[in-house]
Nanobody
């Protein structure tokens, strides 16, 4: 069974940077697609970025394009989210997600494995 463990969250001032990590342990099957989502209280969980191991493709939400970069270390089965030029509206709980296959990279219901989340707080 795959377990996803996120790390790297914290507090930063606007304009700053953070890098989140998500390590997948256990069986590595079912992690071809790995993604980052975020959620603030009272709102739905939204996709931030995703990457597919076999295709090597990457996808980003419009709100983070040019500021965030998703990458993965296939040998370590770890995915990263480098966040720069952070804004207060990036404040959220960030979740790592994985799936063997997704039809739509941003659709949360396509992912069947989730981490516990790591908090990112950006102050103005």
């Amino acid at each position: 069974q795959v377990q996803l463990v996120e790390s790297g969250g914290g507090s930063v001032q606007a304009g700053g940077s953070l890098t989140l990590s998500c390590a997948a342990s256990g069986s590595t099957s079912g992690t071809d697609a790995m993604a980052w989502f975020r959620q603030v209280p009272g709102k739905e969980r939204e996709a931030v970025a995703a990457t597919y191991r076999q295709r090597g493709s990457k996808y980003y939400a419009d709100s983070v394009k040019g500021r965030f970069t998703i990458s993965r270390d296939n040998a370590e089965n770890t995915v990263y989210l480098q966040m720069s030029s952070l804004k207060p509206e990036d404040t959220a709980m960030y979740y790592c997600a994985a799936s063997a296959r997704v039809r739509t990279w941003w659709w949360r219901n396509d992912y069947d494995k989730w981490g516990q989340g790591t908090q990112v707080t950006v102050s103005s």
